[in-house]
């Protein structure tokens, strides 16, 4: 098993650009997360998804956007990024049942 | 919403001594606090965790116990070693919202040989 994978790991960007990050996880998980983590900071949370077609905000939403079509697959979008949108963003999932989350590698992200 | 508070923000101990990281929290409602390893470039890694139905749990060197009544919970590793040298976070859920976590700022661990 691969666990969660998240493509690309490295991306430079200019202020407006758009793009999508993705994340695959093959464990066959309920819940996925989107985080991102700013030098010196803790993880915090994007937007989540509880099942295929559903997702919610987190602590810090403005500016991304999510879609979980699939089940094993969660984007992450920035419409027009923001040099503020600067970070090592990580994807995580965990089962339905059980609280652990597993993160994926983790793409850094530099807007300029 | 929860809040998570994590001291200290930096730890540096000799190999071989104790380290302790406490974490206190908001919400009375939270019910599950893990502990997170994160290497230099890596992913974050699942090292313990504790239900709220519980006070302590240990894993070989690592310990962590909480105080529902206080609201904290504490990480205790013993006979430190250079390759415990990481940022540790501490976490606590969201109930009935997604298994949602709420981390703390992180503690950067540094055991020097």
């Known amino acids: 098993n691969a666990g969660v994978t998240q493509t690309p790991k490295f991306r430079v960007l200019k202020t407006g650009q758009s793009m999508t990050l993705l994340c695959a996880q093959d464990?066959?998980?309920?819940?996925m997360y989107w985080y991102r983590q700013d030098p010196g900071m803790g993880l915090r949370l994007i937007h989540y998804s509880v099942g295929e077609g559903t997702t919610a905000k987190g602590e810090v939403p403005d500016g991304y956007n999510v879609s979980r079509l699939k089940k094993q697959n969660f984007l992450l979008g920035l419409e027009s990024a923001a040099p503020s949108q600067t970070s090592v963003y990580f994807c995580?999932?965990?089962?339905?049942?059980?609280?652990?989350?597993?993160f994926g590698p983790g793409t850094r992200l530099t807007v300029l | 919403g929860e809040n998570v508070e994590q001291h200290p923000s930096t730890l540096s101990v000799q190999e071989g001594d104790s380290a302790v990281i406490k974490c206190t929290y908001s919400?009375?409602?939270?019910?599950?606090f893990p502990w997170y390893k994160q290497e230099l470039g890596k992913r974050p890694q699942l090292i313990i965790d504790i239900r709220s139905n519980v006070g302590e749990k240990k894993d070989q060197r690592i310990a962590v116990t909480l105080n529902k009544t206080a609201k904290h919970f504490s990480l205790h590793i013993t006979e430190t070693q250079p390759e415990d040298s990481a940022v540790y976070f501490c976490?606590?859920?969201?109930?009935?919202?997604?298994?949602?976590?709420?981390f703390g700022g992180g503690t950067r661990l540094m055991v020097k040989p």
């Open positions: 919400d009375s409602a939270s019910n599950y």
């Open positions: 995580a999932s965990s089962e339905r049942t059980r609280n652990e989350q597993f």
């Open positions: 976490a606590a859920n969201l109930v009935n919202a997604g298994n949602m976590l709420t």
């Open positions: 464990m066959n998980h309920e819940y």
